[in-house]
């Protein structure tokens, strides 16, 4: 049965009111920001086990580590900038000052990550993966959290929210292509040896140069496009000072939140801790180690989940408005548990078009997530703001990456020991039976665990779309419109 219609200017029953609808170009502007967000915190993860170990031989549990660290280290810098950014009064806003300054040098830092030499230790390798990277986390943070609380605060309706997340996600294909495309960049003739063999590092640090660039241009295009509603209309005038310590404790007093959050752990563990098997799914099992031929599905793969994705968009807005977004969620968890149960038959050697669908599959059901998942978390600033009388974006933004960096730092420190586990060698072409075994259900059966996980958090999950039109209802009340 279809939910009440979404309030605003609009009569009950009608569509969007016309003062909570957000301009495109401000929407564009936000979903501008995933570039930034893709691969200012993803591009160097994506990258780090083909560079560090396939090309230099990094032992891969050092690789994990490494990158457990730097999760750890931006779980804490993203608490002090949300805090920051929601205590933050300039006349450029709260938000729009450190997107800029945090962009822009975030473009410029990219590069440098891979900055390294041929021919060092491990232990050398290590010590720059971990000093550079705890260096660079702080410039993400700084761009990312104002970024994702500015999400939080374009419109008070329900369903517009998922429609900013709509134009966000789609824009984020984009990036997310790029992303795929990264290994076969590296694999270039450009970037050939006098051996006719792929200079990776060479071509990685090209690569980075190239989106640091762009990522540049992004950020000063988004100072200029986007808007910061409720600070021009509630936060400047009103609003008081929020102490550091309920960027933590006091947020997680909030029972939607924690039981939201609970649902995203469970997703994002599940899923980081085989984050790297697909990639050697693909090298190994598919095509018998040829990196070549790997990386050139890696981008066919991104193709498909550019295309599939932007298909998950739409049929979850459509599900999401008919039904509500918790309903929505649940379709996307249950479908994804079908999606990762799925990979064990469609990475196949003999049929190595089916990883197209393998990699589309999930992209359709991670569209469809975190789509939901960030206009809910609107939702419940809303519901806090009922309980404490402030709007604290920033708050929600920094505890719940915080804390699910954490599990999701966890994840990834342990996807290099799992690839360890399986029995895997970097040294050897051509990879034992049993550790392309391991690779292959460890695949499919781990993130299943977490999807489970995920769908019983979200049952307790209490904002429907009749609480939140009540919730609406009683804040403009007390506070006016925004």
Same mark, same amino acid.
């Given at each position: 049965m279809k939910h009440d219609a979404p309030w605003g200017a609009a009569p009950h029953g009608g569509g969007i009111g016309a003062r909570d609808r957000v301009p495109l170009p401000q929407k564009v502007g936000y979903g501008m920001g995933s570039l930034i967000d893709l691969w200012g915190h993803w591009l160097y993860p994506a990258l780090a086990f083909h560079v560090y170990n396939v090309f230099l031989g990094v032992a891969p549990g050092l690789i994990s580590?490494?990158?457990?660290?730097? &999760?750890?280290?931006?779980?804490?810098?993203? *608490?002090?900038?949300?805090w920051l950014s929601d205590n933050t009064r300039t006349r450029y806003g709260r938000r729009r000052p450190f997107i800029l300054v945090g962009g822009v040098l975030a473009g410029i830092g990219l590069p440098l990550m891979f900055a390294v030499g041929r021919g060092w230790t491990d232990t050398e390798y290590f010590v720059f993966m971990v000093v550079s990277t705890i260096l660079y +986390?702080?410039?993400?943070?700084?761009? #990312?959290?104002? !970024? &994702?609380?500015?999400g939080a605060e374009m419109t008070p309706?329900?369903?517009?929210?998922? #429609?900013?997340?709509?134009? =966000? #996600?789609?824009? $984020?294909?984009?990036?997310? @292509?790029?992303?795929?495309?990264?290994?076969?960049?590296?694999?270039l003739a450009w970037f050939h040896d006098a051996d006719g063999k792929p200079d990776i590092l060479r071509g990685a640090q090209t690569y980075c140069m190239l989106l640091g660039a762009v990522m540049v241009v992004v950020a000063i295009a988004m100072f200029v496009l986007v808007r910061e509603r409720y600070y021009v209309n509630l936060v400047a005038r009103t609003q008081s000072h929020i102490p550091f310590r309920d960027t933590l404790w006091r947020t997680l007093r909030c029972r939607p939140f924690r039981h939201l959050l609970c649902m995203n752990l469970a997703y994002g563990i599940g899923t980081a801790m085989v984050a790297?098997?697909?990639?050697?799914?693909?090298?190994?099992? +598919?095509?018998?180690?040829?990196?070549?031929?790997?990386?050139? !599905? #890696?981008?066919?793969m991104g193709l498909s989940g550019m295309a599939f994705g932007f298909l998950?968009?739409?049929?979850?807005?459509?599900?999401?408005?008919?039904?509500?977004?918790?309903? /929505?969620?649940?379709?996307? @968890?249950?479908? *994804?548990?079908?999606?990762?149960? /799925?990979?064990? !038959?469609?990475?196949n050697p003999a049929l190595p078009g089916l990883q197209l669908l393998a990699c589309g599959f999930v992209a359709f059901t991670g569209a469809g997530f975190w789509t939901l998942y960030n206009s809910t978390l609107a939702d419940v600033v809303d519901y806090d703001e009922t309980q404490t009388g402030q709007r604290r974006e920033g708050s929600f933004s920094a505890c719940q990456s915080w804390i699910s960096k954490v599990g999701i730092a966890l994840g990834v420190g342990a996807s290099g020991w799992i690839?360890?586990?399986?029995?895997?060698?970097?040294?050897?072409?051509?990879?034992?039976?049993? *550790?392309?075994?391991?690779?292959?259900? @460890?695949?499919? /059966?781990?993130? +299943?665990?977490?999807?489970?996980?995920?769908?019983?958090?979200?049952?307790?999950?209490? @904002?429907?779309?009749?609480?939140? $039109?009540?919730?609406?209802? =009683?804040?403009?009340?007390? =506070? /006016?419109? &925004?």
């Open positions: 580590t490494a990158q457990m660290i730097k &999760v750890l280290v931006d779980a804490a810098s993203d *608490a002090i900038f949300g +986390v702080p410039v993400m943070s700084c761009f #990312n959290m104002p !970024w &994702v609380s500015l309706d329900y369903h517009e929210r998922t #429609n900013v997340q709509s134009v =966000r #996600n789609a824009i $984020q294909k984009l990036p997310e @292509l790029a992303m795929f495309f990264a290994a076969q960049f590296t694999t790297a098997l697909g990639y050697y799914a693909t090298v190994y099992y +598919v095509c018998k180690g040829d990196i070549t031929l790997a990386t050139k !599905w #890696n981008t066919a998950g968009i739409l049929f979850f807005n459509r599900v999401a408005r008919r039904y509500g977004k918790r309903i /929505g969620l649940g379709v996307v @968890l249950t479908l *994804a548990i079908g999606a990762f149960i /799925g990979d064990w !038959w469609l990475y690839l360890q586990f399986t029995g895997f060698d970097s040294k050897l072409p051509v990879q034992s039976e049993h *550790a392309i075994f391991m690779i292959r259900i @460890l695949l499919s /059966g781990i993130p +299943v665990i977490g999807l489970v996980m995920a769908l019983v958090a979200l049952i307790r999950f209490e @904002l429907t779309e009749r609480r939140m $039109q009540e919730i609406r209802v =009683r804040l403009e009340a007390e =506070r /006016g419109q &925004v």
